[in-house]
């Protein structure tokens, strides 16, 4: 008989802001003060052949009209320009985005890309203070981020430190991941549940 584990697993799917994306958000507390949080873009191979389809079909009008009509420079460039914004489109489609909070040791975010392209952020816990979800108003619509709250030395470069806003979670997504998270954030600086901020 299997022994369950002392931190299970927990799965949850959620929309995206926007309500076009699918979100996975797995969460795994691996001890008492440890916890991974991974939002998984459920979207990513609708994403990646929508934008293939696009640079197919752009690339089949450069061919027709490099065969069939007669060649001006700036339709040229404009055709070419089309087909490296394409391309740069398809290589920022996010796969996955997590947030990994160590206890003792630091706040870990990684962003994973088309073609397993990683952009990473790193902050020793010694300058995390708390953990908020912030409304920001972006092209006249009001997002909600979670944004980690720093001190000491960092608060003075960054006092506030956007994180897993790739994939533009709902503000359901948010609460999620916020209520765990700041728990262990919490519990590592020495405040008790019962003493919120």
Do not use: W
């Amino acid at each position: 008989m299997k022994n369950k584990p002392i931190f299970p697993e927990i799965k949850n799917d959620f929309a995206s802001y926007n309500k076009k994306r699918k979100i996975r958000v797995e969460i795994l507390e691996q001890s008492r003060d440890t916890i991974e949080v991974n939002l998984i873009n459920l979207s990513y191979n609708e994403e990646r052949l929508q934008n293939f389809k696009n640079i197919a079909i752009n690339l089949l009008c450069f061919l027709i009209y490099m065969n069939f009509f007669s060649r001006l420079p700036f339709i040229d460039l404009c055709l070419l320009c089309i087909l490296l914004f394409l391309i740069c489109r398809m290589l920022k489609i996010i796969k996955k985005d997590s947030i990994c909070f160590y206890g003792g040791l630091a706040l870990r975010t990684e962003t994973t890309y088309f073609l397993n392209q990683k952009s990473s952020f790193f902050l020793p816990t010694e300058y995390i203070f708390d953990t908020v979800i912030n409304e920001v108003i972006e092209n006249l619509c009001v997002k909600y981020i979670l944004i980690i709250r720093t001190k000491k030395e960092v608060y003075h470069q960054k006092p506030i430190i956007p994180v897993i806003t790739a994939l533009e979670p709902s503000i359901q997504c948010l609460k999620f991941i916020y209520e765990r998270l700041r728990n262990k954030i919490l519990l590592y600086n020495g405040i008790s549940n019962e003493n919120k901020i």
